[in-house]
C-alpha cells in the first residue's frame, strides 16, 4: 500500500466561485498518468462552511460525499444527502448548499464526460439515493465490496493508526482495504484491472 496524498500535506485552493475551499488530491493531469486510458478525473476535499452556490463546472460529472447530512437543491428539487451517502450531479446543474447543521468537509470526484448532456446523467431521486452515475468511468462507492482486482485506490474518511484522514492510497494488485478506517473506494465502471 502506497500513499499518494494526504490532506494535512496541502493548501487549500477557492473554489471555482469563490465561496468556499477545496484542498485537491488529484487533478485532472494528475490522473492522466495514475489512470491512462481512463476519462480524466479530479478528486478533492471541499470544506462546507455555510450555505450557498456550487461552483458551476460543465463537462464534468460530480460525485459528492458528506462527512455529515447535508441538503443540497439540485435544479430546484430538494435532496437531503446523509453522512458518506454518495450524490451524484453534473457540473452543468444548479446546486446549491440549502441546509448545513454544523461544519463539515464534502469527498468530490469529478469525471470528464466526454460531453455527454445532462440527460444522460443520473443524478439521483433525493433521500436515500444510492444510484450510480452513468458519467464517467471511475466511480466512488462506500461499503461494497470489490475484488482487488476491479481497484486500486482508497481514500480513508477518517483517522487510523497509521493513516491521516483523508489519505488517497494506492493498493498492490490483490491487496485488500484497510479495515481499520472507514474507506471510500475509487472503482472502474468497466472493472477494468489496470485503473
Same mark, same amino acid.
Given at each position: 500500500?502506497?500513499?499518494?496524498?494526504?490532506?494535512?500535506?496541502?493548501?487549500?485552493?477557492?473554489?471555482?466561485?469563490?465561496?468556499?475551499?477545496? #484542498?485537491?488530491?488529484?487533478?485532472?493531469?494528475?490522473?492522466?498518468?495514475?489512470?491512462?486510458?481512463?476519462?480524466?478525473?479530479?478528486?478533492? $476535499?471541499?470544506?462546507?462552511?455555510?450555505?450557498?452556490?456550487?461552483?458551476?463546472?460543465?463537462?464534468?460529472?460530480? #460525485?459528492?460525499?458528506?462527512?455529515?447530512?447535508?441538503?443540497?437543491?439540485?435544479?430546484? $428539487?430538494?435532496?437531503?444527502?446523509?453522512?458518506?451517502?454518495?450524490?451524484?450531479? !453534473?457540473?452543468?446543474?444548479?446546486?446549491?448548499?440549502?441546509?448545513?447543521?454544523?461544519?463539515?468537509?464534502?469527498?468530490?470526484?469529478?469525471?470528464?464526460?466526454?460531453?455527454?448532456?445532462?440527460?444522460?446523467?443520473?443524478?439521483?431521486?433525493?433521500?436515500?439515493?444510492?444510484?450510480?452515475?452513468?458519467?464517467?468511468?471511475?466511480?466512488?462507492?462506500?461499503?461494497?465490496?470489490?475484488?482487488?482486482?476491479?481497484?486500486?485506490?482508497?481514500?480513508?474518511?477518517?483517522?487510523?493508526?497509521?493513516?491521516?484522514?483523508?489519505?488517497?492510497?494506492?493498493?498492490?494488485?490483490?491487496?485488500?482495504?484497510?479495515?481499520?478506517?472507514?474507506?471510500?473506494?475509487?472503482?472502474?465502471?468497466?472493472?477494468?484491472? !489496470? $485503473?
Amino acid at each position: 500500500m502506497r500513499a499518494l496524498a494526504s490532506f494535512d500535506d496541502r493548501d487549500p485552493v477557492p473554489w471555482a466561485n469563490g465561496a468556499g475551499q477545496t #484542498t485537491e488530491l488529484v487533478s485532472l493531469p494528475d490522473s492522466a498518468q495514475l489512470t491512462p486510458g481512463l476519462r480524466p478525473w479530479r478528486l478533492s $476535499i471541499a470544506r462546507l462552511e455555510h450555505v450557498g452556490p456550487f461552483s458551476a463546472l460543465p463537462g464534468m460529472a460530480r #460525485t459528492f460525499l458528506p462527512t455529515a447530512e447535508v441538503v443540497l437543491e439540485i435544479d430546484g $428539487i430538494v435532496h437531503p444527502v446523509p453522512a458518506l451517502r454518495p450524490e451524484h450531479f !453534473h457540473g452543468s446543474q444548479d446546486v446549491s448548499l440549502v441546509e448545513l447543521a454544523a461544519p463539515c468537509f464534502a469527498v468530490n470526484l469529478m469525471v470528464a464526460d466526454d460531453g455527454m448532456d445532462d440527460s444522460a446523467h443520473d443524478t439521483g431521486t433525493g433521500a436515500g439515493s444510492e444510484t450510480e452515475c452513468a458519467c464517467g468511468e471511475l466511480q466512488m462507492s462506500i461499503g461494497e465490496q470489490f475484488p482487488a482486482s476491479r481497484f486500486r485506490f482508497v481514500l480513508a474518511l477518517e483517522a487510523g493508526l497509521d493513516l491521516p484522514h483523508f489519505q488517497l492510497l494506492e493498493l498492490e494488485p490483490d491487496e485488500d482495504a484497510p479495515e481499520e478506517v472507514s474507506v471510500a473506494v475509487l472503482h472502474s465502471e468497466s472493472g477494468d484491472a !489496470h $485503473i
